[in-house]
């Protein structure tokens, strides 16, 4: 079975750094998705990693440790944009295929 | 035409209603996907198609049938639904024509489902 924990909520000022947890158990885990998604939108994807390590990507950033069950999202210089819903998905395997398990997501909230 | 498209954005139908979502993708992708998605609680896969083909059914109930025609193409049927079915549907679609553990999924805004 799949088990996702991330925060519900978090605040952070313009300007600032945020970091959002995902741990996660899986079967056949083959790499985590974070997705973005802003009230009444669709997901947009953010980032995937299937190795251990930091993936950079401007702004955002995604860590993975497998060993761990781990994974973090981090956002620079927050922009008032960024307020949305983050989403951690690890790929796992289900009925002879995989499959992708959506946590139940962290409301960002920017604040000036 | 951009991405992933879905028609209609809102839908309010009774229980005894037959109604049917309508999903589109514009990207040359071979998989599609529908997810519900409640109020405060995790995207839940429902349906899977890979090249036309259904390849994973998360135990939905009947009342929601899926049909896939083409790989552009998929619709989700509804029939006596229950008021618990309101959510937000969201239709996927990826690259693989197979269930590729690295093929990114890209999703269109949603069908809002009521159900009075």
């Known amino acids: 079975g799949q088990n996702i924990d991330q925060p519900t909520e978090m605040t952070a000022t313009e300007g600032a750094i945020v970091q959002i947890n995902c741990t996660y158990q899986t079967s056949g885990f083959n790499g985590l998705f974070w997705y973005q998604q802003h009230a009444g939108e669709a997901p947009t994807f953010l980032s995937y990693?299937?190795?251990?390590g930091l993936e950079e990507k401007g702004r955002f950033s995604s860590f993975l440790s497998r060993s761990k069950g781990y994974s973090y999202l981090l956002l620079k210089e927050l922009q008032m944009k960024d307020s949305a819903s983050y989403l951690c998905a690890p790929l796992g395997s289900g009925a002879g295929s995989y499959q992708l398990t959506f946590g139940k997501g962290t409301k960002l909230s920017v604040i000036p | 035409e951009t991405g992933v498209t879905q028609t209609p954005r809102h839908l309010v139908m009774g229980m005894t209603n037959k109604k049917s979502l309508k999903c589109e993708q514009h990207?040359?992708?071979?998989?599609m996907y529908w997810y519900k998605q409640s109020a405060k609680k995790p995207l839940e896969l429902m349906f899977v198609?890979?090249?036309?083909?259904?390849?994973e059914n998360n135990s939905v109930p009947s009342r929601f049938s899926p049909e896939c025609p083409n790989s552009s193409h998929l619709f989700l049927h509804l029939h006596t639904l229950q008021p618990e079915d309101s959510a937000l549907y969201l239709c996927a679609s990826s690259q693989g024509g197979t269930y590729s553990s690295t093929d990114t999924q890209y999703f269109g805004p949603g069908t809002r489902l009521t159900v009075l």
């Open positions: 990207l040359g992708h071979n998989a």
């Open positions: 198609y890979s090249l036309e083909e259904r390849v």
């Open positions: 990693n299937v190795l251990d």
